[in-house]
């Protein structure tokens, strides 16, 4: 974030904030415990993934995903203060477990208006709400790739402590199991530590 | 679009349907008739515009702007089928006038949730419902660009015929007077004929 900071220049500044990169590889800080498909195509199966601010190619990976983070499409200013009060940050060194779920979601999803998106993510999936009940055990970064021109539309990445994590087994089971999720047509699930 | 569809991959084919490039130099279909200002930094003057369909870079362009067309952010669905019923296409004969009108808007804005968002932008600017009024003249394409690095987070482009000219200057008057537009802090209006 240096250099973007001393040059000055605020634009060039956010965008190296919002860019990351995820190279699946022989490489990286964390190990690969497991690339499971849940929905469509699997990812190679890798042994290590690097994770990097900005979108710099990496020759030697086998796969590299990208995302930025963003501005938030569903969440209330009711919700964010409640979500505000548990969230925690990434890096926290209890937090040795993670996961990386990127997921596509097909073009009905698309062309919903945002009225109708938000009624089935939140009134009627509950997305916000289950994740909350959650926190602070499971701490988390969105991308968002729909609009960058990858095969996924987001990459979540989770990261949490070993005692933690039959209780992120829970979470997914119960987001796979809402209406959201049946306009999810690739979801793959890899689980890493370090 | 042909080759997208060929190649059988949808992915790709969605993709250049959904991304597009405003080269403005020497070259182009649309006559520049002014580029101005409204608020913050201008762009240069050039004569001619060329639009394309993907991210091409045009080496003779004297700056080039590129967005995507994207999933609406905060059209409802009572909203999108009273538009669906009035808003023209692109490319009439007669619409022989076009405006392409880049913004960025604040970080304030940015950081703002999904519902007080909504709230400034249609219940207390009526964006959209001041837009309906001047509809069928005014045909529309918007391109988003907060997430792929570009000096502006939308590009706007109208198409429309001279007798309604008038028509829509009244419009992006009416719109620049709005709460939405405070947080405007670089908008750059330009003017063109084919």
Known sequence: ????NLCGCRGIYQLMERRFSFHG???GEWRVLSIAAVSGDSLALVSKVRI????????????????VTSYERY???DERVRLASVQPQLGRVEATRAALIPIKKNAEW???PQDVRRAIFEERS????????YLPAVARRLHHCYDIGEPFDFLTWFEYAPPDAKAFEELVALLRSTEEWRYVIREVDIRLER
């Open 110 to 112: 698309w062309a919903l």
């Open 25 to 27: 590889g022989a490489t």
């Open 52 to 67: 990097i601010e900005g979108f710099d190619a990496d020759a030697s990976a086998d796969w590299s995903l990208r995302g």
């Open 75 to 77: 969440v209330t200013g």
């Open 1 to 4: 974030l240096g250099a973007g």
């Open 126 to 133: 509950a997305h916000i709400a289950t994740g909350m009940r």
